[in-house]
């Protein structure tokens, strides 16, 4: 059993940076990838970023060169970096894990991007 808590949802003006944070306890040692999914209103469920244990990433193609997933192994804890952020990012984030094939996720948090 694995739970992730989000933190770091915000209103933020075009342009700004945001950094979110989510934080697994429980069956962690279970987990072989985390990463962030984001949905928009009237929109699908998107995969934003993802990490695995070894560190390898993947990005969506509306993102590269403006997010950045990191991990931190020591404190069960991954972040996404936001930068030069747009209207089109506002959206409800959305914590994932894999654990030996098991998807969990956690209650999301609201990034609203506006002027």
């Known amino acids: 059993q694995v739970q992730l808590v989000e933190s770091g949802g915000d209103l933020v003006q075009p342009g700004g940076s945001l950094r979110l944070s989510c934080r697994a306890s429980?069956?962690?040692?279970?987990?072989?990838?985390m990463g962030w999914y984001r949905q928009a209103p009237g929109k699908e469920r998107e995969l934003v970023a993802r990490?695995?244990?070894?560190?390898?990433?993947n990005y969506a193609d509306s993102v590269k060169g403006r997010f950045t997933i990191s991990g931190d192994n020591a404190k069960n804890t991954v972040y996404l970096q936001m930068n030069s952020l747009k209207p089109e990012d506002t959206a409800d984030y959305y914590c994932?894990?894999?654990?030996?094939?098991?998807?969990?996720w956690g209650k999301g948090t609201l990034v609203t991007i506006s002027s």
């Open positions: 994932h894990a894999s654990a030996y094939g098991v998807a969990y």
């Open positions: 429980g069956s962690i040692f279970s987990i072989n990838a």
């Open positions: 990490i695995t244990r070894d560190r390898s990433t």
